[in-house]
């Protein structure tokens, strides 16, 4: 992944091209690295995959947080 694949993620999701993007453990930092730098990041709800071995699943919901 790079930054330019984290950000076509990030908008597929935001324009529902995505309904959710697992981010595999050796990735999440390059991702995180975009993710906070994006404007509505707090729209962006990510959880751990159960057995995924820290993988994290995202979606995107804006207003799930304050």
Known sequence: MNEHLANEILSDLRNGNLSEYIVIKEEFPLF?????????????????????????????QPGWTA
């Open 32 to 60: 995180r690295d975009v993710l906070v730098k994006q404007e509505d990041k707090k729209a962006f709800r990510g959880i751990i995959v159960p057995g995924g071995g820290g993988d994290i699943k995202y979606f995107y």
